[in-house]
């Protein structure tokens, strides 16, 4: 279940949005103002408590689920959807 609350205080842009906790981290989608999305997961309320990084979802659990999340809900597009040419 994930938690409808941030467990930590987040000092990211205005622009993160919160995907809910998993693992004791929260996780967020960051747009960046489209140039480079992001995925982060903070463990902590210091500034420096977080990690991110789409190209590390591959291999960090926490940063794993938020891309997944983030598919889920359309802010990044599906990498397993089929091209269907019109």
């Given at each position: 279940m994930q938690n409808e609350?941030?467990?930590?205080?987040?000092?990211g842009c205005e622009k993160c949005v919160?995907?809910?906790?998993?693992n004791e981290h929260d996780l967020y989608f960051c747009p960046q103002d489209g140039h480079w999305p992001t995925v982060i997961a903070?463990?902590?309320s210091e500034e420096s408590d977080y990690k991110s990084g789409l190209h590390f979802?591959?291999?960090d659990s926490e940063l794993g689920e938020a891309k997944l999340?983030?598919?889920?809900?359309?802010l990044l597009p599906?990498?397993?959807?089929?091209?269907?040419?019109?």
């Open positions: 609350e941030p467990l930590f205080h987040h000092d919160f995907l809910g906790s998993h903070r463990f902590g979802a591959s291999f999340r983030a598919i889920e809900k359309g599906d990498p397993t959807a089929e091209i269907v040419n019109g």
